[in-house]
C-alpha cells in the first residue's frame, strides 16, 4: 500500500468534511424541492449551492472541463431524449439528486486515496491522474462482491431510463436493484436471526418482493420507506417488457418510476448509514 503524504492527507480530509456538507445541504433542498417545487426560499437556496458545488467540482478537477468529475457535473443538468440529444425537462428536485451523486463519486474517490487505493502521486486537486471515471462506490454495502459491478450498472441502465422517458423499464430495473440489496442483506443476516425477529420459515430466495421487504423492515434492516412503493412497483415481476407474451400490461407513470428511484435511494441509505 502506497504511503500517503500527511499534508496530502490534511488535504483530503478537508475536501471530504466540505463535501459532505455540501450533500448534506443537498439533501435538505431535494426535500424542500420534492415538498413545494415553487418554493421561492429552497430555488434560491438551490441556485447559490449549486454555485458552491460548481466552485468545487472545477477545483477537484482541476480546472480541466473534459476530467470525469467536470462532465459528471454539467451532465447532471441535462435529461437526454431517445436520440441522445440534450433536452430540457429534468425536475430540480432531481438536478440535485443527480448532483449528489455526483458529489458522492468524489467522495468516494478521494476516501480511496485517503487509504491509500488510489493512483500515487494523486493529488486532490485533480482527483487522479485518469480523466477516467472510476467506478462509482454507491454499492459498497453489498455484502457478495460479485453483485456490486452488476447492481451498479442497473442503477446508471435505471437513471437513463427515467431520462429518456421509458418509465416501466426504469421501473423494472430500480425494483430489481431494490430486491438485490435487500435480499443481499437478508441473506447476510441469516435465516435463524431473521427467524427471531418474526420471519416465515421458507429458502429467502422462495419469499416474494413483497415479503423480502416486510422481513427486511422487520429485522431492523430497513426502515418504512418502502411504505411510499406505488402499486405497480410492489408487482414489478408481473409486468412484460415484450408486446405478447401474455404478461401484465400495467400502466407505469413517470410519477411511479420517480417514486421508486425515490424509495431505492432511502433504502440504499438504511443499508449504508454512512452514505
Same mark, same amino acid.
Given at each position: 500500500?502506497?504511503?500517503?503524504?500527511?499534508?496530502l492527507r490534511?488535504?483530503?480530509?478537508?475536501?471530504?468534511?466540505?463535501?459532505?456538507?455540501?450533500?448534506?445541504?443537498?439533501?435538505?433542498?431535494?426535500?424542500?424541492?420534492?415538498?413545494?417545487?415553487?418554493?421561492?426560499?429552497?430555488?434560491?437556496?438551490?441556485?447559490?449551492?449549486? @454555485?458552491?458545488? *460548481?466552485?468545487?467540482?472545477?477545483?477537484?478537477? $482541476?480546472? %480541466?472541463?473534459?476530467?470525469?468529475?467536470?462532465? &459528471? #457535473?454539467?451532465?447532471?443538468?441535462?435529461?437526454?431524449?431517445?436520440?441522445?440529444?440534450?433536452?430540457?425537462?429534468?425536475?430540480?428536485?432531481?438536478?440535485?439528486?443527480?448532483?449528489?451523486?455526483?458529489?458522492?463519486?468524489?467522495?468516494?474517490?478521494?476516501?480511496?486515496?485517503?487509504?491509500?487505493?488510489?493512483?500515487s502521486g494523486?493529488?486532490?486537486?485533480?482527483?487522479?491522474?485518469?480523466?477516467?471515471?472510476?467506478?462509482?462506490?454507491?454499492?459498497?454495502?453489498?455484502?457478495?462482491?460479485?453483485?456490486?459491478?452488476?447492481?451498479?450498472?442497473?442503477?446508471?441502465?435505471?437513471?437513463?431510463?427515467?431520462?429518456?422517458?421509458?418509465?416501466?423499464?426504469?421501473?423494472?430495473?430500480?425494483?430489481?436493484i431494490l430486491?438485490?440489496?435487500?435480499?443481499?442483506?437478508? @441473506?447476510?443476516? *441469516?435465516?435463524?436471526?431473521?427467524?427471531?425477529? $418474526?420471519? %416465515?420459515?421458507?429458502?429467502?430466495?422462495?419469499? &416474494? #418482493?413483497?415479503?423480502?421487504?416486510?422481513?427486511?423492515?422487520?429485522?431492523?434492516?430497513?426502515?418504512?420507506?418502502?411504505?411510499?412503493?406505488?402499486?405497480?412497483?410492489?408487482?414489478?415481476?408481473?409486468?412484460?417488457?415484450?408486446?405478447?407474451?401474455?404478461?401484465?400490461?400495467?400502466?407505469?407513470?413517470?410519477?411511479?418510476?420517480?417514486?421508486?428511484?425515490?424509495?431505492?435511494?432511502?433504502?440504499?441509505?438504511?443499508?449504508?448509514?454512512?452514505?
Open positions: 500500500m502506497p504511503i500517503i503524504d500527511e499534508s490534511t488535504q483530503i480530509g478537508t475536501y471530504l468534511s466540505h463535501l459532505d456538507g455540501l450533500i448534506r445541504r443537498g439533501r435538505g433542498l431535494r426535500d424542500a424541492l420534492a415538498a413545494d417545487p415553487s418554493n421561492s426560499s429552497a430555488i434560491a437556496a438551490t441556485r447559490a449551492w449549486q @454555485e458552491d458545488c *460548481g466552485v468545487t467540482i472545477n477545483q477537484l478537477s $482541476g480546472g %480541466s472541463k473534459a476530467h470525469w468529475l467536470a462532465r &459528471s #457535473f454539467s451532465e447532471a443538468f441535462l435529461m437526454r431524449s431517445a436520440a441522445g440529444r440534450a433536452v430540457e425537462g429534468a425536475s430540480p428536485a432531481e438536478i440535485v439528486t443527480r448532483l449528489i451523486d455526483v458529489l458522492e463519486q468524489a467522495v468516494a474517490t478521494l476516501s480511496g486515496m485517503s487509504d491509500g487505493t488510489s493512483v494523486a493529488s486532490p486537486a485533480s482527483l487522479s491522474a485518469s480523466q477516467d471515471a472510476p467506478p462509482p462506490r454507491r454499492f459498497d454495502f453489498v455484502h457478495n462482491p460479485e453483485l456490486r459491478p452488476i447492481v451498479e450498472q442497473a442503477y446508471i441502465d435505471s437513471r437513463r431510463a427515467f431520462e429518456q422517458g421509458h418509465y416501466d423499464l426504469a421501473l423494472r430495473t430500480t425494483c430489481g430486491e438485490t440489496v435487500v435480499t443481499d442483506a437478508l @441473506e447476510h443476516k *441469516g435465516l435463524s436471526a431473521l427467524a427471531a425477529a $418474526g420471519a %416465515s420459515a421458507g429458502k429467502i430466495g422462495d419469499w &416474494s #418482493f413483497n415479503t423480502r421487504l416486510a422481513v427486511a423492515e422487520k429485522a431492523g434492516l430497513i426502515r418504512n420507506g418502502c411504505a411510499r412503493l406505488p402499486a405497480v412497483a410492489r408487482t414489478y415481476r408481473d409486468h412484460s417488457d415484450a408486446d405478447g407474451d401474455g404478461g401484465s400490461k400495467a400502466t407505469v407513470s413517470e410519477r411511479d418510476a420517480r417514486l421508486a428511484g425515490q424509495v431505492l435511494r432511502v433504502v440504499m441509505r438504511d443499508l449504508d448509514p454512512g452514505r
